[in-house]
């Protein structure tokens, strides 16, 4: 699997040191996690409904076993442990699945009068709208309350997280962002900042409070 290099390039420019991890056996994840201050859980295929008790309906797409047991293992001892977190796009599903949250496998097929979230326009075009939570950790760190995001997905959060709440809102209704309830760093966004920081400084915060929050473990 391949990184794209937006993610790394957004890490380094918030003053991280980003850490490309392998695909590994998920046993482990709490070796991993002892050797790094935050994860970044990036984008990429379909997750597994299996994982959240479902089989899978005709418009799920490729998924990757491997990939899906190590990340979810990964999210889940990052939670446990109190490791920042930041999730983009299949990474705040995971996030969410690792957490006992639900997915829409398929927006277009099991939701009606759905935005078109899988945008033909350059990655980094503001392709929709999103309403922030006024009293969320996310608004805070962006420092509005609207933006405007890029967007590449077909899957979403469905049924949120015990631990985690929606904090951000597509016109449609689609939840576009979820956060932890507890105080923790747990953060995860649907659309993918990393394509939109070096056009838009707005989508560098969400780096920036990751490295922040991975600092103040040192």
């Not at 070796?31 to 990429?44: C, D, Y």
Request: a negative charge; proline letters at 8%.
């Amino acid at each position: 699997m391949q990184v794209p290099a937006g993610y790394a390039a957004a890490v380094e420019a918030a003053g991280g040191i980003p850490v490309i991890l392998p695909v590994l056996a998920p046993e482990k994840a709490p070796e991993v996690l002892e050797h790094l201050q935050g994860l970044l859980l990036s984008g990429g295929v379909d997750l597994d409904p299996s994982h959240y008790g479902e089989d899978p309906l005709p418009g799920l797409g490729k998924v990757t076993p491997e990939r899906d047991a190590f990340e979810l293992a990964l999210a889940r001892r990052a939670l446990a442990a109190g490791v920042p977190v930041l999730g983009i796009c299949r990474g705040v599903q995971v996030l969410n699945v690792a957490a006992g949250g639900t997915l829409f496998q398929d927006l277009g097929s099991q939701l009606e009068k759905v935005l078109k979230h899988r945008q033909e326009a350059p990655r980094w075009h503001e392709s929709h709208a999103v309403r922030l939570d006024p009293s969320s950790r996310m608004a805070a760190i962006l420092g509005v309350t609207e933006a405007r995001v890029n967007s590449f997905h077909h899957q979403a959060v469905r049924v949120v997280a015990p631990g985690l709440r929606a904090v951000a809102w597509a016109p449609d209704g689609v939840i576009e962002a979820v956060e932890s309830v507890d105080g923790g760093f747990a953060l995860g966004v649907q659309w993918h900042p990393e394509e939109m920081w070096d056009r838009y400084p707005l989508h560098l915060k969400p780096f920036s409070a990751l490295v922040e929050a991975a600092r103040a473990r040192l």
